[in-house]
C-alpha cells in the first residue's frame, strides 16, 4: 500500500541553524501539505502546496519558513533560522485532490537546542 | 472561524467494554471531517471520512457517525491493540487545510 515517507526521523539543531525536513508524497497524489505538533498539543496546518506553488499558509508559517519541490518525487520544508520554539513533530501529508483525504507520513521529530 | 472540540480527554476501557468519543465542531460550511488514530510518536493513520449528517462508516470494530453538530467513534468489544490517540479533524468549504482537535486518549486494559 502506498504511503508518504519522511527523512529524517529525528533531527537535533542548534539555535539558528537551518534545516530541511524531507517527504515523499504518494506518487499519484497532487496536493501536500506540512503539519506541525508540538509535544502534547494539537495538530496544527502549516501549508499546502498545489501545482508548484503555495496554495494556503498558516499564520505559523512565516518568512522563516519555506517549501519546494525540487524534484517530481520529494516535497521539502526548510526552517532558515530555528527557533527554540520550532521544536516538534512536523508531518507531511498528501491527497489525490483538493478535498480529499489526507494521508499523513510518519513524521519528522525536530529538537532545537 | 472552525473550532475542533473532542471529549472526553482520555478513556480507559476495559477489554470488550463499548463506548464512544465524540468530536463537535462548528465550521463554515462543513467539506470533511476526518477521523485518524496516532500512535505515540507516530504520524495520524486514516480511518474514516464523512461528508454529510447522516452519514456511517464502519471498519471492524470501530463505527463512526456525523450530525450537523458532531460525530461519534462508536468502539465496540475493543482490545488492547485499540489504545491510541483518536483525532478527529474538519475541513470547511473555504480551506484546503485541517483543523483538528485535541484527540482523545483512549486505553483499553486487558
Not at chain 2, 465550521?27 to 470533511?32: D, E, Q
Not at chain 2, 471531517?33 to 461528508?51: A, I, S, V
Request: charged fraction near 25%; hydrophobic fraction near 30%.
Amino acid at each position: 500500500e502506498p504511503e508518504v515517507t519522511q527523512t529524517p526521523s529525528h533531527q537535533v539543531t542548534q539555535m539558528g541553524q537551518e534545516v530541511i525536513l524531507r517527504c515523499v508524497p504518494i506518487s499519484n497524489h497532487l496536493y501536500f501539505y506540512w503539519y506541525r505538533q508540538i509535544l502534547g498539543q494539537k495538530v496544527e496546518f502549516l501549508v499546502s502546496f498545489y501545482n508548484n506553488e503555495i496554495s494556503e499558509k498558516s499564520e505559523i508559517f512565516d518568512d522563516q519558513f519555506s517549501v519546494e519541490r525540487p524534484d517530481g518525487s520529494n516535497f521539502t520544508l526548510k526552517i532558515r533560522s530555528t527557533k527554540l520554539e520550532d521544536s516538534a513533530m512536523y508531518f507531511c501529508a498528501s491527497s489525490v485532490g483538493q478535498i480529499e483525504t489526507q494521508y499523513f507520513g510518519p513524521g519528522t521529530r525536530l529538537l532545537v537546542l | 472561524e472552525d473550532q475542533v472540540t473532542q471529549s472526553p480527554e482520555a478513556l480507559r476501557l476495559q477489554e470488550g467494554e463499548s463506548s464512544s468519543l465524540n468530536c463537535s465542531y462548528t465550521v463554515s460550511g462543513l467539506r470533511g471531517l476526518f477521523w485518524y488514530r496516532q500512535d505515540p510518536g507516530k504520524g495520524p493513520e486514516f480511518l474514516f471520512t464523512l461528508y454529510s449528517a447522516g452519514e456511517e462508516k464502519e471498519k471492524e470494530r470501530l463505527k463512526a457517525t456525523l450530525t450537523k453538530k458532531e460525530s461519534f467513534l462508536h468502539i465496540t468489544a475493543p482490545k488492547p491493540e485499540d489504545s491510541a490517540t483518536y483525532l478527529c479533524a474538519v475541513r470547511d468549504n473555504y480551506g484546503q487545510n485541517f483543523v483538528f482537535g485535541p484527540g482523545t486518549r483512549l486505553s483499553v486494559l486487558p
